[in-house]
């Protein structure tokens, strides 16, 4: 098992920016590939940024491409996901995931969640 949990959400302005964290515990963190979702209201979750156990592989969904970065501190057992120049379409519950995947953007490959944390980008 690992527990994750995220922290780092708020309020910001259109073109401000907020530093989501995950921390990790339980099973060794630094096995898994971590991601992030996020889920805006009345619509579908969808794949953010993942980053692979060793830091050697990330992706990101186009939107946020040049504007999010995603890095994890495995010996701190920590996730983040820095977010830059955000507009109001980033608002969202944004959610950090783990799993065995060297690589994935599907979440149904993902076996371990947290419980989410709101960001809310004001125009």
């Known amino acids: 098992q690992v527990q994750l949990v995220e922290s780092g959400g708020g309020l910001v302005q259109a073109g401000g920016s907020l530093r989501l964290s995950c921390a990790a515990s339980?099973?060794?963190?630094?096995?898994?590939?971590m991601g992030w979702f996020r889920q805006a209201p009345g619509k579908e979750r969808e794949f953010v940024s993942s980053i692979s156990w060793g830091a050697g592989a990330t992706s990101y969904v186009d939107s946020v491409k040049g504007r999010f970065t995603i890095s994890r501190d495995n010996a701190k057992n920590m996730g983040y996901l820095q977010m830059n120049s955000l507009k109001p379409e980033d608002t969202a519950v944004y959610y950090c995931a783990a799993t065995t995947a060297y690589r994935s953007t599907d979440e149904r490959e993902y076996i371990y969640w947290g419980q989410g944390t709101q960001v809310t980008v004001s125009s």
């Open positions: 339980g099973r060794t963190f630094s096995r898994y590939t």
